[in-house]
């Protein structure tokens, strides 16, 4: 083998011009030496004339002082470099053990289909004699060091409980992070700070979720979405992370899928929801209605908009006896809508009030809804209403899944 050497006095480009046919350099080339002032030196030891065009040379120039550095790289680099790429991706996906309740059972599943990184795992709900729970976490030991999610359902205060007392156990177990998902934040849907001695049952369960203990990841996370009243998201301490979703996205995806997308009108019962959503369907036309007092009467009027020939798709974040969105259908209708839809992401209906929505088959808006969205935030009320018309239900579970990897 002898040495061979390049000289040049216009750094770089020449070097790069030689070091890059493949019959000047090859396989077993190896750099000894390349520094660059007014000239360059690249001396290389060994040297053979059998060319590989499989193999590609690069070279990387520091500073002027400083070596170039010739790399060489075989096609086994690449793939090596690809499969190494792809496992840093793999290793990228958080493994998450999603627990949940009786009643979210349906939810989790769908969540857990989402993903093969989501893995469910079951808590024994037991109760004493005396009606207080006797709950069990199997396999505790089984969990340590992984990140930890629980789906939970206010739907009543008898439940809130037992759950809390999981919620509490849970970042104890050694776990690296806690998550707690709550689709629904059911307190303060109807609470008005308005008289002294009102009490904030809102800011009393913020205060409760702030306090949940710390796992060794820190602070718990909380995934809600469209909590009723924005205020709500300042109740909780610095020892709970709120992450704050939307249901609107499941919307807008629904509505693109409809015969009749390019002709949809959005319409909100109040200013309140028009504050909260219209940023989010800002590409529709929007309809704005308002409720004023007559007597001990609340009346729905159009504030602004056109409901005119248009499917006018009311939307609200959540429906509970449902008298407004019936109030504003009426309206609407008298005002020409062709259509008239509704979406609310948590659909309460207490005492079965979903019974008073009635499916629009003949082409009168002003006795039924053509369709009635809401998500699977709360189980009870999916139950009672899948497979009704006009109902139809979006689910949560992917975004969740989501939110899971955060």
Known sequence: MEAHAFFFHKPYSPLFTKLRNPYLVSLNSELQTVRCRCRCQCQIKSFDNNHQPHNKWSFEFLRETEPVHVIQTSNSTVSMAAASA?????????????????????????????????????????????????????????????????????????????????????????????????????????????????????????????????????????????????????????????????????????????????NISIAFPDDGAWKRFHKQLQHFPMIVCNKVREGDQRIVRIKEGDPRGRHVVIVDDLVQSGGTLIECQKVLAAHGAAKISAYVTHGIFPNSSWQRFKPDNGGHPELGLTYFWMTDSCPVTVREVINKAPFEVLSLARSIAAALQI
């Open 86 to 262: 792809s496992e840093s991706a793999s290793k990228a996906v958080k493994k998450v053990f999603l627990f949940f309740c009786p009643e979210t059972k349906a939810l989790a599943e769908r969540i857990a289909a989402q993903s093969d990184a989501i893995e469910l795992r079951t808590i024994n709900w037991r109760k004493f004699e005396d009606g207080f729970p006797n709950l069990f976490i199997p396999n505790a030991h089984g969990i340590r060091g992984q990140h930890v999610a629980f789906l939970a359902a206010f739907s009543s205060p008898g439940k809130i409980f037992e759950q809390l007392s999981v919620i509490y156990a849970l970042p104890k177990l050694f776990i690296s992070s806690f998550t707690l998902v709550l689709p629904f934040f059911p307190t303060g849907t109807s609470e008005r700070m308005e008289d002294e001695g009102d009490v904030a049952t809102a800011f009393t369960l913020a205060r409760i979720l702030s306090n949940i203990p710390t796992s060794r990841g820190g602070p718990t996370s909380l995934v809600t979405f469209d909590i009723h009243a924005l205020q709500e998201r300042f109740y909780f301490g610095d020892n709970i992370l709120p992450c704050f979703e939307s249901g609107i996205p499941l919307l807008k995806n629904r509505l693109q899928q409809l015969p009749d997308s390019d």
